[in-house]
């Protein structure tokens, strides 16, 4: 159907891909456009999608085709020019990339296993950790992300706020484990200018069996024993 997406699993296709000279194309999401009603509608996921993230799988492949026509011909100030565009387009592209996976129609609840068990170890509880990303999610001023991150030289769970597209390995260090997007085109047509709604609504979908974080989790809490 027209509103059907049929998803590759896991993200290491579409990431591996940004740093190589392929082009960026746009991932299948693994769900219907309404598959997340009644909380994020088919209208919002079908423009969240196929328009704004199209948008910067596209601004992302012209701006890294002149990246590389400034690169050969040695234009140190074309280059550094060009390098707003690809953090903010590269941005986009990878966070919404994550941000399908860590949705789901067969969302919400908690997490289990060494997931569960970190979060408990660095917040105190799971309710704390979703009190404190909810509200690191609604704080952001203006646009950006709120994400559950691991810091790999602490071994631990950490949550970070990220303005605009900032991508929140390439400017925190943070390994992405969870990500919120809290631009407006992600809920006002549902939500109107009420992000604490919109908020509250999302949690009932979040994808705890997403392999992208398990995976990272599982392989970190066997060099950080939980104490």
């Not at 690809?86 to 997931?115: D, R, Y």
């Not at 908020?199 to 995976?215: M, Q, R, S």
Request: with cysteine; glycine share 10%.
């Amino acid at each position: 159907s027209p509103g059907r997406r049929v998803a590759s699993r896991g993200l290491a296709p579409a990431l591996a891909c940004l740093g190589s000279r392929q082009k960026h194309s746009l991932p299948d999401l693994p769900y219907d456009y309404g598959a997340l009603e009644p909380h994020i509608n088919a209208q919002i996921m079908q423009l969240h999608h196929s328009k704004h993230h199209a948008a910067y799988v596209n601004n992302l492949n012209i701006t890294e085709e002149k990246y590389r026509e400034a690169l050969a011909k040695g234009d140190v100030t074309t280059q550094i020019a060009l390098q707003p565009a690809l953090k903010f387009n590269g941005g986009g592209h990878i966070n919404h990339t994550i941000f399908w996976t860590n949705l789901s129609p067969n969302g919400g609840g908690e997490p289990k296993g060494e997931l569960l068990e970190a979060i408990k170890r660095d917040f105190g509880s799971f309710d704390k950790f979703k009190e404190k990303l909810t509200a690191v999610s609604a704080g952001v001023q203006g646009s950006g992300w709120g994400w559950l991150g691991f810091n790999k030289e602490q071994g631990r769970l950490q949550i970070a706020a990220c303005p605009n597209q900032d991508p929140l390995q390439g400017t925190t260090g943070l390994i992405p484990l969870l990500g919120i997007d809290v631009w407006e085109h992600a809920y006002y047509l549902q939500y109107k200018n009420v992000r604490p709604d919109y908020l509250k609504a999302i949690w009932n979908v979040i994808n705890w069996e997403n392999d992208h974080y398990t995976e990272y989790v599982k392989i970190f809490m066997t060099i950080f024993v939980i104490v």
